[in-house]
């Protein structure tokens, strides 16, 4: 089911960007107020503040500690994002694509920004994530094979003398030319040592770019808790005013 999450989280993503197009086709302004219409906002209003779950866990030490030792970090944010994705998509279907309340825009709008930052956060800087750790275990081989072959070249004061020319930076950039590489059999030292540190360089550049984007995508998260925060505050006005005006589905 795992290595399923990204393709069904995906797919009640694109259902609910659909569900929402569909106030270009769909509107129904009575819906909402109907029998089924209330069970449906019922029942999304109840998974979203289910969803709120992981998030009071994972900023609550005792709680933390009390719910770990039964129930994993992991499965606890599963349940966040399906119960969110689930509680979104059943807010959409309540509103009958009637968006002309400020409240019920506002509702829907942030509804949206959450989950789409929600899913981009969490699956982009996974993927991040475990590129910069492939990465860097290919790094720590290739670290050691340079000393390795370095070694070999220190040893040979022949094989030493080749690689000199090659301190500056233009001439870096030819080595190439300076020193080919065999048509057949092993490399020598001084090629194979060029050829690493290029090597090397290539995936230094590229880890501190992945770097670079786990922290923008950190900040992204950030944006999905204070939009979640401004969400249930919405979420909760939505209620009161429910409770306020009559709850006419129950009528």
Known sequence: MRDREPLVVGGLVALLLVL????????????????????LGVAGATLMVVSLAYSAVKRVPPLKRWTTARVSMRTLLAWHMYTGL??????????????????GVALTAVSLVVVLSGFVGRHLMKQVSLEIHEKQELLTRLEVAYRQTA????????AAAVLRPLAGFWTRLLAGLFVPAT????????????????????????????ETFKWWFAAWLRVHVVTGVVLYALLALHVWAGVRYGLRWFA
């Open 20 to 39: 929402w197009l569909g106030f270009l086709v769909h509107r129904d302004p009575r819906f909402a107020g109907s029998a089924w219409g209330g069970v």
């Open 86 to 103: 689930l509680g979104a998509i059943l807010g959409l279907l309540h509103s009958g694509h009637k968006f002309e309340s400020t409240l």
């Open 151 to 158: 070694g070999e070249v220190a040893a040979h004061l022949e």
């Open 183 to 210: 048509a057949a059999g092993p490399l020598p030292a001084p090629v194979r040592a060029l050829r690493l540190a290029d090597a090397i360089a290539d995936l230094e550049y590229a880890i501190k770019t992945h």
